[in-house]
């Protein structure tokens, strides 16, 4: 009687823990509703949406000068390639990783790891540099690579934790069909791949959705510039309106929400990928 007591009291406090995270995580998108529904000249500090009398206003203007809908337009497009380049060539550089554990490959994967602890910031000098030399300063393209590159290594490290708890017999049972290795790749291991894809979606869709400050010094035209400075310098000129802002991250944030509503099922399946075999 005295453990399931304990039981019970452990698992209310691990619920009350995770509500109190949860009610932590949740603040910042109520203060943003809670401010983006009042008019510019309304400076309380409620933490109550407006019901009525909403300043649909803020959104519009949003929209129309702060030029929402163009930066969401083009961090689709950045997130969309970047995220698929990650997840093509982070599976396939992760399969002989994962499949022949020779001196090398392992020596490769330390590397890859080891490239997860540099920080993006330390390198933006002679990344910028490099950009302008090979003209990907303002482009779709010079971004995407960079932001490809900066997500490969978690990207592979997820893969390969994965790819070793998938049996070697499935590959052993293709070559004996006469399959070959891009054959069985293709056809029978990235099929198995759903759930850690879905985490490696998540995690580098909203890396490169929400990431400022490379692309704030790599696409300085607002005709490529993505949501997060067009959001830094919209919000800067509408300092004295804090309704506006709150919109224009609002409505940033919704595709993101949205992708990670739809994948969540599969999130924590990838994550603990490897763990167990």
Same mark, same amino acid.
């Given at each position: $009687?005295?453990?399931? *007591?304990?039981? /019970?009291?452990?698992r209310g406090f691990a619920y009350l823990f995770l509500g109190i995270v949860c009610l932590l995580q949740l603040l910042p998108f109520w203060l943003a509703?809670?401010?983006?529904?009042?008019? @510019?000249? *309304? &400076?309380?500090?409620?933490? /109550? !949406?407006?019901t009525k009398n909403i300043e649909w206003s803020n959104f519009t203007l949003a929209i129309t000068e702060g030029g929402v809908l163009r930066a969401m337009i083009n961090s689709a497009i950045i997130t969309v390639c970047a995220? #698929? &380049?990650?997840? #093509?060539?982070?599976? $396939?550089? @992760?399969?002989?990783?994962?499949?022949? &554990?020779?001196?090398?490959?392992?020596a490769v994967s330390t590397v =890859?790891?080891?490239?997860? $602890?540099?920080? !993006? &910031?330390? #390198?933006? /000098?002679?990344?910028y540099s490099m950009m302008v030399r090979i003209g990907g300063v303002n482009t779709y393209w010079? =971004?995407?690579?960079?932001?490809?590159?900066?997500?490969? !290594? +978690? @990207?592979?490290? +997820?893969?390969?934790s994965f790819i070793k708890a998938i049996p070697e017999s499935i590959d052993e049972a293709g070559m004996i069909d006469?399959?070959?290795?891009?054959? =069985?790749?293709?056809?029978?291991?990235?099929? +198995? +791949?759903?759930? /850690?894809?879905a985490t490696v979606i998540i995690m580098t869709s909203v890396g490169v959705w929400n990431e400022y400050a490379m692309s704030n010094y790599l696409l300085t035209d607002q005709a490529y510039q993505p949501i997060a400075p067009r959001i830094a310098s919209f919000f800067a000129q509408q300092s004295s309106n804090m309704g506006v802002g709150a919109a224009a991250a609002l409505i940033s944030a919704l595709p993101i929400v949205v992708v990670y509503l739809f994948f969540q099922r599969y999130f924590i399946a990838g994550m603990v990928a490897g763990s167990q075999k």
């Amino acid at each position: $009687m005295k453990n399931h *007591d304990n039981h /019970v009291f452990t698992r209310g406090f691990a619920y009350l823990f995770l509500g109190i995270v949860c009610l932590l995580q949740l603040l910042p998108f109520w203060l943003a509703i809670c401010t983006a529904s009042k008019p @510019a000249t *309304d &400076l309380s500090s409620t933490l /109550v !949406p407006r019901t009525k009398n909403i300043e649909w206003s803020n959104f519009t203007l949003a929209i129309t000068e702060g030029g929402v809908l163009r930066a969401m337009i083009n961090s689709a497009i950045i997130t969309v390639c970047a995220t #698929v &380049l990650t997840c #093509v060539i982070g599976a $396939m550089a @992760a399969y002989p990783l994962a499949r022949r &554990l020779s001196r090398f490959n392992k020596a490769v994967s330390t590397v =890859i790891l080891s490239l997860m $602890m540099i920080p !993006p &910031l330390s #390198v933006l /000098v002679p990344v910028y540099s490099m950009m302008v030399r090979i003209g990907g300063v303002n482009t779709y393209w010079g =971004i995407i690579l960079l932001s490809t590159a900066g997500n490969l !290594p +978690l @990207a592979i490290f +997820l893969y390969t934790s994965f790819i070793k708890a998938i049996p070697e017999s499935i590959d052993e049972a293709g070559m004996i069909d006469g399959a070959n290795r891009a054959t =069985i790749f293709f056809r029978l291991i990235m099929p +198995l +791949l759903k759930p /850690v894809t879905a985490t490696v979606i998540i995690m580098t869709s909203v890396g490169v959705w929400n990431e400022y400050a490379m692309s704030n010094y790599l696409l300085t035209d607002q005709a490529y510039q993505p949501i997060a400075p067009r959001i830094a310098s919209f919000f800067a000129q509408q300092s004295s309106n804090m309704g506006v802002g709150a919109a224009a991250a609002l409505i940033s944030a919704l595709p993101i929400v949205v992708v990670y509503l739809f994948f969540q099922r599969y999130f924590i399946a990838g994550m603990v990928a490897g763990s167990q075999k």
